[in-house]
């Protein structure tokens, strides 16, 4: 794939796109991930044209200047990263590349991007996949554990963060299966202690969006994993009221980065999905 930037605003970000010539299908990982993460799924996809940032904040894409504060009332004072900056820097990308539609892949954050550009540009999305992603918004238990993450990160806690991140990101099949996949996945996560603070006060501040599900009129699909600690099948299924129509599947034996546990099995279920979208 080849490695390109274009400028929002401040700040340089970073996306690979593939040679393919079929339908445009926008891959957006999940944090604290960056582009690598996709790579083994989309190796096994064929007719599309895979492009793939790295969200602002992570890999080789710059945080940027000038975020807002108080999005996270928790940590008022803490810069935030929002969905919908996240939104914006994709709608840009977009109009860089002239691509006037495509499908879009997303995990965990990256499913909450997609919804946030459902409300805001949905004619640019002729479908959208979410893997080990949900509508909810964050709980009390997730808003205290966010707190949490950003003390740590502010007093320097950011590598035991990350020791913790990948371990419980991880399903424990998957490690068992294979244990190289915790140094591998763990040497991608690079995030600076700025934006794991923005991003930890953007998931936060993220909106309900399962009133936005029942808008969607484009077809669904939806992946979850049963040793998910994040997403469980239950809160998934909520896509199912999406008026596009929904398929979902559920792996029992993968965690919150299925896509890279399992990318065999994800690719074959997304590709017979994707088919219906190849001119």
Known sequence: ?????YIVGAARLHYLEGAGGGVPVIFLHPTP?????????IN????????????RGHGASELGTNLPTGGFVRVPDALTLTMAQLASDIVVLLDHL???????????????????LWRRDPERMRGLAFICSKPQPDIEANFIKRADTIAKARVGGREEL????????IGASARARRPSIVPELRSRMVLTSEAIVAVQAGLAARPDS???????????FGISGGEDFAVSPVEIEAFRSAPGGCELHALADAGHFAAYEQPEKVSALLAAWLHQFID
Not at 33 to 41: A, E, I, K, M, V
Not at 164 to 169: H, I, K, P, R, T
Not at 210 to 220: A, F, L, N, Y
Request: net charge negative; aromatic share 10%; hydrophobic share 50%.
């Open 1 to 5: 794939m080849n490695s390109k930037s």
């Open 33 to 41: 991930l960056d582009h690598f993460y996709w790579f083994p799924l």
């Open 44 to 55: 096994h996809l064929s007719n599309v044209r895979a492009i793939v940032p790295d969200l």
């Open 98 to 116: 002239a691509v006037r539609e495509a499908v879009f892949v997303g995990c965990s954050i990256g499913g909450y991007v997609m919804l946030e």
């Open 162 to 169: 990350f020791d913790g991140m990948v371990q419980a990101s």
């Open 210 to 220: 399962v009133p936005t599900v029942s808008t969607i009129r484009v077809p669904v």
